[in-house]
């Protein structure tokens, strides 16, 4: 049972990592109302680990802070990636389903973050738009592309023999 936990807390420590490394590298288009945030494709491992719940939550804390982001943007973008993350734990049965709440959570949280946070003068719907422009690219293309290649190694990467 502890080297579950361990397993359960490396694995949510290294997806932390990996998405605030992937926010750093790619910060141009990481945040902002017309953003790709390619971090996002990392909220697919949820179809194949509950460790990757906490650890892109974790990780979308970090990654807000260090990019300068406001204490709004801070909670309320990263529990749009919490929302999406728990959303996709629940719909792991259907591989295509996984990818749909990141991307409405998102689209839906982070323009009223925008409007109210920092003072954007677009209209919400079409930051809706925009948000979800970059999530569906985020997500619907390279979370896609990532969830098909490591469904081949599902077996390394799962703890819950999913």
Known sequence: MKENKVTFLTHAAMIAAVYVVLCAVFAPISYGEIQVRVAEALVILPFFTPAAIPG???????????????????????????????????????????LLPPIAANTLIVPYVL??????????????????IGEVIAVGLFGNVLLSALVRYRRIFSTTGA
Not at 58 to 77: E, H, P, Q, T, Y
Not at 125 to 131: D, E, N, R, Y
């Open 56 to 98: 892109l939550f974790v990780g979308c804390i970090i990654a807000n802070v260090m990019g300068g982001s406001i204490m709004l943007d801070v909670v309320l973008g990263s529990l749009a990636t919490l929302i999406g993350a728990v959303g996709s734990w629940h719909l792991r049965a259907n591989r295509f389903l996984v």
């Open 115 to 132: 409007r109210y946070g920092y003072g954007v003068p677009l209209p919400i719907p079409f930051m809706m738009l925009t948000v979800g």
